[in-house]
């Protein structure tokens, strides 16, 4: 069985203990005005609106606020149903969970493939959605780390994150997309030889990953929740991804960012949820909303959100904007998210071992 | 001591209303907790001794027992002490003070995180000052501590007050004429009427603490091993798509919160015994 929000939820979807708890009932709430299936199509061009709900993870939610109205003008322009736009964001696993529990949305647009994956095994996505021309993913990033104005630490790389007296911010990998991101970022670039750690050396790796970890102040549960503290001042240094630091900076934030010499190719998947769009007549839409994000239009709206895009068209036109780090590695180069699991986030692997190593000496 | 049965029979409108209630605290809290404990010990007791071997999930477990100890031993001397002011003194502004005891109860536990948060966070004068001398109250232990004092502050104060207040002034003024000092009048007059009281009502708190979530997350830090509560290890198991895991630390931390308030009803009832 899929998990859900939490120990209750899980329990209160159960057929078996379908009742009208409190947690149906905020379940209910949560999931919106009751939204009906829209008629089929009788004779003549179908004028009846059809309504298509986004569920999108934090990052790119000012980006979606620009391209949704570029997306409705273009739909008018063929289409004479009336479009009833809904998205909502939540912490990438978070939405998946609530995806998953009966958030009928008809879109995902999450933080990583995992969490895609997350509903496809609980069987909303039935279709190849990796099918597409950029494998499913609309948006690019990197990992990055985020310092102070000037850089008083002289912070440049995964090692100065490792010295003693060095208060870094990092999401807690259990509830954060974001944060395990930024862990095989460290694992990788370590494995790969670009750090103190020798090549292949995973006990190195690991060693470097506690001692990081060692000066890890907060824990938050998302990356934006640890960027808002790093803006309060918490923290030397902040490891985040790159569009996160560049929307910051738009915004008139003081702090600077390094890039690594090696980092993580960060891929931020689409999906159409295929038991929700046919439960509410929206396929239609919900393909033309996913066909129009790797469009060069909206491309350029990720790219001026801070997003580097996979269009390469558009990558061209805004590299000044996204630098190149000299090793840039994906998920793959690791054994894919499943090899990762495996051998970094799973109960008694590398990071629960670097968590050990990092200990509970100090307060 | 309980009413004399009501003589009259039940109509057919109350009769409706009874099981209506009934069917609701049984829908309402009954039924989640089955549901819960279900999940937590799907796979037997197995599962939880299994969730308990992370030395991740013990550490939790501990930091939040320790903690919620320290912070209900706090309350019933602070809480008594408060109360004790509070009956006693005429202070000024005695109705804010009194709305002040309450507000932790009246606002989100999160919004009480963030007061923390901006009052000792690194940008403040003091919370630089404390991060300075070594002892940092932000993301660290003393922080826990203080969050849970804050969102546990009216229990002990609002469940000695009546007491004190109902206790007889002549008892006090024959003890101190008998010659016993202050303490001594302590001892034998107010002790033994406020003591159950205050011991019942830091059972309570330490119930409340061994929960509290809101408040914590944002204060505390949250590192595993260092400053991660169990509350918030749970929210993490379920978050990262584990919830057996969670559901085990759930079930272990509510049967603690049932045990806790098992005793202080005892203890409670005892009080009302000796009064009736």
Not at chain 1, 146 to 175: E, M
Request: proline share 6%; aromatic share 6%; glycine share 8%.
């Amino acid at each position: 069985m899929q998990t859900s929000l939490s120990c209750l939820f899980a329990a209160a979807r159960r057929p078996d203990l379908r009742v009208l708890s409190v947690t149906t009932v905020l379940a209910l709430c949560a999931c919106g005005e009751g939204r009906k299936p829209s008629s089929p199509a009788n004779q003549g061009p179908d004028t009846s609106p059809v309504s298509l709900t986004l569920g999108g993870y934090t990052t790119p939610r000012e980006a979606y606020g620009a391209i949704i109205p570029v997306f409705k003008a273009q739909w008018a322009k063929h289409s004479p149903r009336p479009v009833d736009f809904k998205d909502s964001y939540l912490g990438s696993g978070a939405q998946a969970r609530a995806i998953v529990g009966g958030f009928e949305a008809d879109v995902a647009a999450l933080s990583l493939e995992p969490d895609i994956e997350t509903i496809r095994k609980a069987g909303l996505i039935t279709s190849d959605w990796k099918a597409g021309s950029h494998g499913g993913m609309v948006t690019r990033s990197i990992v990055v780390i985020g310092v102070r104005a000037g850089n008083p630490k002289t912070i440049h790389d995964w090692d100065d994150l490792a010295k003693p007296g060095i208060s870094v911010l990092t999401p807690n990998v259990r509830t954060s997309g974001g944060a395990r991101w930024n862990i095989a970022a460290i694992w990788g670039a370590a494995l790969r030889g670009h750090t103190s750690a020798k090549a292949g050396d995973a006990a190195a790796a690991t060693k470097l990953l506690g001692a990081i970890l060692h000066n890890v102040k907060n824990m938050d549960a998302g990356a934006r929740e640890s960027l808002l503290n790093f803006e309060r001042g918490v923290g030397d240094a902040i490891i985040t991804y790159e569009n996160e630091i560049l929307v910051g900076k738009q915004k008139g934030q003081s702090y600077e960012y390094v890039i690594p010499k090696s980092t993580i190719l960060i891929e931020n998947p689409v999906a159409i949820v295929d038991s929700y769009v046919d439960k509410h007549g929206s396929r239609e839409l919900a393909k033309a909303l996913v066909d129009f994000l790797t469009t060069p239009e909206a491309q350029r709206i990720y790219a001026k959100n801070g997003l580097r895009p996979v269009l390469p068209q558009v990558a061209s036109e805004v590299a000044a904007t996204f630098p190149a780090p000299s090793d840039l590695f994906t998920v793959r180069d690791l054994g894919d998210w499943a090899g990762i699991q495996k051998s970094v986030f799973d109960t008694g692997t590398a990071y629960d071992l670097a968590l050990g190593q990092a200990g509970g000496a100090t307060p | 001591m309980k009413p004399a049965a009501y003589a009259l029979a039940p109509t057919a409108g109350e009769r409706l209303l009874r099981n209506a209630v009934v069917v609701y605290i049984w829908l309402l809290v009954a039924v989640p907790l089955v549901a819960l404990v279900r999940v937590g010990l799907a796979d037997g007791l197995q599962s939880l001794t299994h969730a308990l071997s992370s030395p991740v999930a013990r550490a939790a477990l501990w930091l939040t027992l320790w903690t919620s100890t320290l912070v209900a031993l706090l309350n019933a001397v602070l809480g008594t002490a408060s109360a004790w002011v509070l009956v006693r003194y005429k202070l000024p502004g005695r109705a804010l003070v009194s709305a002040l005891i309450d507000l932790p109860l009246a606002i989100p536990t999160l919004v009480a995180g963030m007061m923390i948060a901006v009052l000792y966070g690194p940008l403040t004068l003091v919370g630089h000052a404390l991060e300075l001398w070594g002892m940092p109250i932000m993301f660290a232990r003393p922080g826990i501590v203080l969050a849970l004092l804050f969102v546990t502050l009216p229990f002990v104060i609002r469940a000695v007050e009546p007491v004190l207040m109902e206790i007889d002034p002549a008892e006090e003024e024959a003890a101190r004429i008998l010659g016993a000092g202050p303490l001594r009048t302590f001892q034998t007059v107010f002790l033994p009427a406020i003591g159950p009281a205050a011991l019942s009502a830091a059972i309570r708190s330490l119930g409340r603490a061994l929960g509290e979530f809101g408040s914590i997350v944002i204060v505390a830090g949250n590192i595993p091993l260092r400053t991660l509560t169990a509350p918030v290890y749970i929210f993490g198991e379920i978050e990262s798509g584990t919830p057996r895991a969670a559901a085990a630390v759930c079930v272990l931390l509510l049967v603690l919160a049932l045990a806790l308030h098992g005793l202080a009803s005892f203890i409670e009832r005892r009080i009302g015994a000796r009064h009736a």
